[in-house]
């Protein structure tokens, strides 16, 4: 799962799995396809996660540190 369990909860934004594993694969599945709610959850907190991280907040959130970063340099001066 690599970094994923850091960004993304289990069945709010994603179904997680182990790797290599096929048969945790296959019940999550059959679990998001017999469970609208679950689906319909997922695809919400999916949508959350992307506008989370696409570029224009990146951007914003480095936009923001950065101008931090100076104003606590020209306090210290």
Not at 3 to 30: H, K, Y
Not at 42 to 62: K, N
Request: proline content about 6%.
């Amino acid at each position: 799962m690599g970094a994923l369990p850091e960004t993304l909860r289990d069945g709010e934004e994603a179904l997680l799995v182990p790797p290599e594993s096929p048969v945790a694969l296959a019940e999550a599945l059959a679990r998001a396809l017999g469970d609208a709610e679950l689906r319909r959850r997922l695809a919400d907190g999916g949508r959350r996660v992307a506008r989370e991280h696409s570029w224009p907040a990146i951007a914003e959130r480095t936009e923001a540190a950065l101008g931090r970063l100076l104003a606590d340099q020209r306090d210290s001066s």
